[in-house]
T-cell receptor, first 108, second 114 residues
């Protein structure tokens, strides 16, 4: 069965510091992984997906099949990065299974 | 923002009453989803629909019902059988199955049972 684990409920970093939001998954097939973000007073939205190998707003995430991880990273955190971040894995029928989320706070 | 509209934003109901949450999308998406968001539990899938007139149970379907009579609409009814209905409900849609089909979310409805 699919499962996504985000071990940190809360994460605080100083502006300009590197940030890493952890995500581990379990899935029997070939996984498709996503990061969704919810900024204050905005709707949940897609940040990036592993299949695109893209960098969005300075964030990257590499799928590590050996460690079954998909950690989200940014070298220099900005105040506008403060938000709730959800890691998700796609199951059958395009369903998404979400982690419990990590609230990132960037301290000025 | 358009795209997916959920209404109302806040909903209060007495115990024992059924309530229906609206979700409409104008993205011409085939698939639609309902999630429940509780503190510390992330999002959990209630029901989903890949096509009109068809829907499937998600992980926590008990106490809920849906219909998909039109492509653009996927209302969720929270019945009196749902033991803990107070939560934040999110609707989403996507183009359908296949790779690179992200889900687009609405603003959500917060349901409180008095």
């Amino acid at each position: 069965a699919q499962r996504v684990t985000q071990p940190e409920k809360l994460l605080s970093v100083f502006k300009g510091a590197p940030v890493e939001l952890k995500c581990n998954y379990s899935y029997s097939g070939s996984p498709e992984l996503f990061w969704y973000v919810q900024y204050s007073r905005q709707r949940l939205q897609l940040l990036l997906r592993h299949i695109s190998r893209e960098s969005i707003k300075g964030f990257t995430a590499d799928l590590n099949k050996g460690e079954t991880s998909f950690h989200l990273k940014k070298p220099f955190a900005q105040e506008e990065d403060s938000a709730m971040y959800y890691c998700a894995i796609r199951g059958g029928a395009n369903n998404l299974f979400f982690g419990t989320g990590t609230r990132l706070t960037v301290i000025p | 923002d358009g795209g997916i509209t959920q209404s109302p934003k806040y909903l209060f109901r007495k115990e024992g009453q059924n309530v229906t949450l609206s979700c409409e999308q104008n993205l011409n998406h085939d698939a639609m989803y309902w999630y429940r968001q509780d503190p510390g539990q992330g999002l959990r899938l209630i029901y989903y629909s890949q096509i009109v007139n068809d829907f499937q149970k998600g992980d926590i379907a008990e106490g809920y019902s849906v219909s998909r009579e039109k492509k653009e609409s996927f209302p969720l009814t929270v019945t009196s059988a749902q033991k803990n209905p107070t939560a934040f409900y999110l609707c989403a849609s996507s183009k359908g199955q296949g790779n690179n089909q992200p889900q687009h979310f609405g603003d959500g409805t917060r349901l409180s049972i008095l």
